[in-house]
C-alpha cells in the first residue's frame, strides 16, 4: 500500500546493535498507534514493541532494557533502537500502523536483521 517503509535493516554481531526506521506517507499523526513486530522463519509474527500517540510505550518482556521504541510526528517516522542483540531476535521486522476509527490497519514490507554468534 506505500503507507510505511522501514529501513536500517542488515548483519550485525552479537551484543551489537541496529536502528529501525519507519517513514510514514503522509501525517504520522493519523495512525493511533503504532508498532514494531518481528517473524523468524517459521514462525508467526509477534508484537515487539509499541508507541501510542500520546507516546506511551510498551514492549515484550524479551526485548525491555534493550530496546527503545520513538516516534518523531516532525518526520512522520517511527524508529526502533536495539541495543545487546542476540541470535535468536534474527527475523524479518516490520511496523505497524492502526486506525482503528477506519478499522484500518497497515504494515510496511519489513526489513531483515540478522544476528550473527
Known amino acids: 500500500q506505500g503507507q510505511l517503509t522501514e529501513s536500517g535493516g542488515g548483519l550485525v554481531q552479537f551484543g551489537g546493535s541496529l536502528k529501525l526506521s519507519c517513514v510514514a506517507s503522509?501525517?504520522?499523526?493519523?495512525?493511533?498507534?503504532m508498532a514494531w513486530y518481528r517473524q523468524a522463519p517459521g514462525k508467526e509474527r509477534v508484537l515487539v514493541a509499541g508507541?501510542?500517540?500520546?507516546?506511551?510505550?510498551n514492549y515484550v518482556d524479551s526485548v525491555k532494557g534493550r530496546f527503545i521504541i520513538s516516534r518523531d510526528d516532525a518526520t512522520n517516522t517511527l524508529y526502533l533502537q536495539m541495543n545487546s542483540l542476540k541470535p535468536e531476535e534474527t527475523a524479518v521486522y516490520y511496523c505497524?500502523?492502526?486506525?482503528?476509527?477506519?478499522?484500518?490497519?497497515?504494515w510496511g514490507q519489513g526489513t531483515q536483521v540478522t544476528v550473527s554468534s
Open positions: 503522509g501525517n504520522i499523526r493519523r495512525f493511533t498507534d
Open positions: 505497524n500502523g492502526k486506525r482503528p476509527a477506519i478499522e484500518a490497519d497497515y
Open positions: 508507541i501510542t500517540r500520546r507516546g506511551t510505550t
